[in-house]
């Protein structure tokens, strides 16, 4: 797996299919995502490119205090690339990024920098600052695919439901959500990581 730093000098990506996301924990509804991702860039003989942030956009946006974070950045990286990704797009979330609006971003960054063919999204995801959903991206000219919520052990799986989960010592629970072991139990958030 390839890994960038921003959206800056990206290569050409064949037949790109895209996904962003914080994904922290890489858990079961992730990784849903992520086959549904892998399966139709493949299907179109592309390359499958997940977008994710440092920080998480809680803590850049002054909204993550108390946030315990499943994965680090690294942790991230491993496991996306066990699932068959073939390019990691890193995003620094500050501020400025975080006041883009969903039609800025998706075309700026997703068709513009990367030249998205089709976008693949959770059934909650929004984009931008006013958090448009997947139904608002028209006339764009991509292939938009939803992928439904993922339900397991009687959750629907998050994060979010993980990390309450591990708070309440239901870590053998929270493993079977994330599917793998939690590797050192949840972190602190952390700053920023730097990129030269």
């Known amino acids: 797996m390839k890994v960038f730093y921003g959206f800056e ?3 050409h990506f064949s037949h790109p299919a895209v996904t962003v996301g914080s994904f922290d ?9 992520i086959q549904r991702l892998v399966e139709e860039a493949r299907a179109a003989n592309g390359e499958s490119v997940v977008v994710t942030f440092d920080p998480h956009p809680r803590i850049a946006l002054g909204r993550g205090e108390g946030l315990r974070l499943l994965t680090s950045t690294d942790e991230k990286r491993r496991l996306l690339e066990e ?3 073939d390019a990691l797009i890193v995003v620094r979330f500050d501020a400025a990024f975080g006041a ?10 997703l068709l513009g920098a990367i030249g998205a063919e089709t976008i693949v999204a959770g059934y909650n995801h929004r984009f931008g600052h ?3 959903s997947c ?3 028209t006339g764009f000219g991509v292939r ?7 339900e397991a052990e009687g959750y629907r799986v998050s994060s979010t439901t993980i990390r309450r989960l591990i708070e309440a010592g239901e870590v053998p629970l929270a493993e079977r959500l994330l599917g793998h072991p939690l590797h ?10 730097q990129h030269a």
């Open 83 to 85: 699932l068959g990704v």
């Open 135 to 137: 139904t608002e991206l």
């Open 25 to 33: 924990g890489v858990h079961l509804g992730h990784r849903a995502l």
């Open 144 to 150: 938009v695919i939803e992928v439904p919520a993922c």
């Open 9 to 11: 000098s990206l290569p």
């Open 130 to 132: 006013d958090r448009i």
């Open 184 to 193: 050192g139990g949840t972190t602190p958030a952390s700053p920023p990581t």
């Open 100 to 109: 883009l609006s969903g039609r800025e971003f998706v075309d700026r960054c």
